[in-house]
């Protein structure tokens, strides 16, 4: 049962655009939901995450945004940068945590 | 600074060769999470200590143990490796459990199983 999908396994931008990073989810139960970020042979570091109250969290170049009604959030970048370039994992958390299967993010120079 | 470890970083067992994965943190967390990886899916939580309270998910297979012998380590034992349980295996801590908990995570160990 996959609670959270992350439909875009890739996604390429160029430098200085915008990344949008796209996540639904299907459990109504969820009251918070974090985005990490992982490096190749590293293991998944916390970035952003938003509280099922709001419908925006931004911290520097980063910005989430949640559409309950829709179970729908977004990560937004920007300005991307080519150290940006990484493995993006959604996560829904309720008592635990469950999982996207990442969409993989190249930012080009 | 303070981390969480994982050893080995790769492992390879033979079908049905017990093998265990290690996990250390020097974070002093109350809760260690193992989760299984496979190629292009989700981490999947398999079990979850806090402190010494383990927490098994229903779906984990029998097949898969975990020993937490003091708050630093944390061992995955899988008793008889089949092929589909060659994987990323992602050790995570947490301070207190709670969904506002951010977890930490090791660098994994890809288990192959021949």
């Known amino acids: 049962d996959q609670q959270v999908k992350q439909n875009s396994p890739s996604l390429s931008v160029q430098e200085g655009r915008i990344s949008i990073l796209n996540c639904d989810y299907t459990?109504?139960?969820?009251?918070?939901f974090l985005w990490y970020k992982k490096y190749p042979a590293e293991g998944p570091t916390f970035l952003i995450s938003?509280?099922?109250?709001?419908d925006k969290n931004e911290d520097g170049r980063f910005t989430v945004f949640l559409n309950k009604s829709a179970k729908h959030l977004s990560l937004h970048i920007v300005p991307s940068q080519p150290g940006d370039s990484a493995v993006y994992f959604c996560?829904?958390?309720?008592?635990?945590?469950?999982f996207g299967a990442g969409t993989r993010l190249t930012v080009k120079p | 600074d303070a981390m969480v470890i994982q050893n080995p970083r790769y492992q390879v067992t033979q079908f049905g060769k017990p093998v265990t994965l290690s996990c250390s943190q020097t974070?002093?967390?109350?809760?260690m999470y193992w989760y299984q990886q496979k190629s292009s899916q989700a981490p999947k939580l398999l079990f979850h200590?806090?402190?010494?309270?383990?927490?098994n998910e229903a779906d984990t297979p029998d097949n898969f143990q975990s020993r937490r012998p003091n708050t630093s380590f944390c061992f995955l034992d899988i008793r008889s490796p089949g092929l589909g349980d060659a994987a990323m295996y992602l050790c995570?801590?947490?301070?207190?459990?709670?969904?506002?908990?951010?977890?930490?995570f090791g660098p994994g160990t890809r288990l192959t199983v021949l």
């Open positions: 995570a801590t947490s301070r207190g459990g709670g969904e506002t908990d951010t977890q930490y």
């Open positions: 459990n109504s139960m969820f009251d918070y």
């Open positions: 938003i509280s099922s109250i709001k």
């Open positions: 996560a829904g958390a309720h008592n635990d945590m469950r």
């Open positions: 974070l002093n967390h109350n809760v």
């Open positions: 200590y806090y402190d010494k309270d383990f927490n």
